[in-house]
T-cell receptor
Framework: AQSVTQLDSQVPVFEEAPVELRCNYS??????LFWYVQYPNQGLQLLLK??????LVKGINGFEAEFNKSQTSFHLRKPSVHISDTAEYFCAVSKSGGYQKVTFGTGTKLQVIP | SAVISQKPSRDICQRGTSLTIQCQVDSQVTMMFWYRQQPGQSLTLIATANQGSEATYESGFVIDKFPISRPNLTFSTLTVSNMSPEDSSIYLCSATDRGTRDAMNTEAFFGQGTRLTVV
């Protein structure tokens, strides 16, 4: 089975500062990795995903993540955050190959401070 | 991509009653899933809704409590039965797009969720 650990439950950061949200995964098989964002009172939206190939993945809203197989990590980064980035971010994993159920981490609440 | 609509978006229900949540996808999808997100928690998979057969439930979830239907490739329902306050959660429907062989069905799309409060 796959599992995901998001060590930081909350991350406060000042506007225009960089941010990194940490994600580590565990799996005995090849995986796909995802970051989803959930804005207050809304559903989940995919930010980016890693399937294979380049380990640096760029997503929407200026976010990017780097897959590190040796460290089993998939940290999310943004060089300069905006107030509108305030949301909860979920790292997720599934077995590779498509049509697989997704396992979510516990989430990290990003609070951007004006 | 797939657009998922859930109804109702929210409801307040009396304990002991049941609520059926509908999930409609705008295109045929191979896989549909139901998740629960309890207050302040992450998403937990309840079950995989299988078209034309019984749903596949995750550990801790049973058909008597969460009966699921999936009559075709675009629609599914989840019923929360004999509700108690502990069932107060957001329930989310998810689907993976059929896509093409090369596109791989790698992204899970989500509905807006149904916010359930049991009093």
């Amino acid at each position: 089975a796959q599992s995901v650990t998001q060590l930081d439950s909350q991350v406060p950061v000042f506007e225009e500062a960089p941010v990194e949200l940490r994600c580590n995964y565990s799996s005995s098989v090849s995986v796909y990795l995802f970051w989803y964002v959930q804005y207050p009172n809304q559903g989940l939206q995919l930010l980016l995903k890693y399937l294979s190939g380049s380990t640096l993945v760029k997503g929407i809203n200026g976010f990017e993540a780097e897959f590190n197989k040796s460290q089993t990590s998939f940290h999310l980064r943004k060089p300069s955050v905006h107030i509108s980035d305030t949301a909860e971010y979920f790292c997720a994993v599934s077995k590779s190959g498509g049509y697989q159920k997704v396992t979510f981490g516990t989430g990290t609440k990003l609070q951007v401070i004006p | 991509s797939a657009v998922i609509s859930q109804k109702p978006s929210r409801d307040i229900c009396q304990r002991g009653t049941s609520l059926t949540i509908q999930c409609q996808v705008d295109s045929q999808v191979t896989m549909m899933f139901w998740y629960r997100q309890q207050p302040g928690q992450s998403l937990t998979l309840i079950a995989t809704a299988n078209q034309g057969s019984e749903a596949t439930y995750e550990s801790g979830f049973v058909i008597d409590k969460f009966p699921i239907s999936r009559p075709n490739l675009t629609f599914s329902t989840l019923t929360v039965s004999n509700m108690s306050p502990e069932d107060s959660s957001i329930y989310l429907c998810s689907a993976t797009d059929r896509g093409t062989r090369d596109a791989m069905n790698t992204e899970a799309f989500f509905g807006q969720g149904t916010r359930l409060t049991v009093v």
